[in-house]
């Protein structure tokens, strides 16, 4: 049994070691590698609007932020961010995560939601958010340099949250 | 004669009032309406990398800034932001504005240069940066509320800056 629930600045000990594998990996975030858990607490616990966990058996197996991805004309758009725990994944942490956010977003009255940056590389994830109604609108040719892959592209992702 | 030189402190008393205008206006720019001069300055001036003034006989007509894009394996793509006073417009300062940013972001060594978010009504502005190189590369529906249009599409625009 999944619970997806409001993060608390306890849950960060463990949020942040997987944080910080995913943005050190360069394989699927444009973040700083280098950044501290100070700067990543910022980024994904401070900054967005709100920012979840998904645990089971009282371990958090992965998390997600969401806030505006614009700010005044086009804060109507909203962005999330989605991290799982290894151990964890293939498992249906992250669709579980993404069907979460898209009611959060509805609820917080957003009208779309964006991924600014999907690595073109990153099949899985495309898989998933194509699954969860989202469409591939743009691609950024060489925007994303692979660590192990050299550069790629990546994705721009959009879906309305206001169409049935 | 134009001349284009980086901003300087003083700049921003001439450069605050065309963007403050700029966002108010709600047509061009998703940034938040009410953005009052500290907030201005720390987007403008603060944050980017580099920020440039275009003058003619000592009045600044425009001015536009440059930043990384993302971080990490995405900070070889930048982006720029730019404005021209309204009593300036339609004598080529936007085109010149870009055109020196195309060469400062190939001098800073960015691979590509991307704008996230031309609002698909701004038809002068989308004609100007096909002309200095840049394609569509992704539209995004209804990402914007347009102040007397209503809901509008954004162009996500793109262009190397390594290639020939």
Redesign the interface.
């Known amino acids: 049994m999944l619970l997806i629930r409001p993060l608390v600045p306890a849950d960060f000990d463990a949020v942040w070691p997987v944080l910080r594998d995913v943005?050190r990996a360069?394989e699927t975030?444009?973040?700083?590698?280098e950044m501290d858990r100070d700067a990543g607490w910022r980024l994904w616990a401070e900054t967005p609007r709100a920012t979840f966990v998904a645990e089971r058996d009282g371990v958090v197996l992965g998390s997600y932020y969401i806030k505006p991805n614009?700010?005044?004309?086009?804060?109507?758009?909203c962005n999330c961010g989605y991290i799982v725990a290894p151990a964890a994944r293939g498992q249906g942490v992250a669709g579980a995560l993404c069907a979460h956010s898209l009611r959060v977003g509805r609820e917080m009255g957003f009208?779309?939601m964006?991924f600014?940056?999907v690595v073109a590389t990153n099949t899985v994830a495309i898989g998933l958010w194509r699954k969860h109604g989202f469409a591939i609108?743009?691609?950024?040719?060489?925007?994303?340099?692979?660590?192990t892959l050299g550069v790629v592209d990546?994705h721009?992702m959009?879906r309305?949250l206001d169409a049935a």
């Open positions: 943005v360069q975030y444009a973040l700083d590698p614009a700010a005044g004309p086009g804060d109507h758009v009208a779309a964006q600014n940056s609108v743009g691609t950024l040719p060489g925007a994303y340099r692979h660590a990546c721009v959009y309305r």
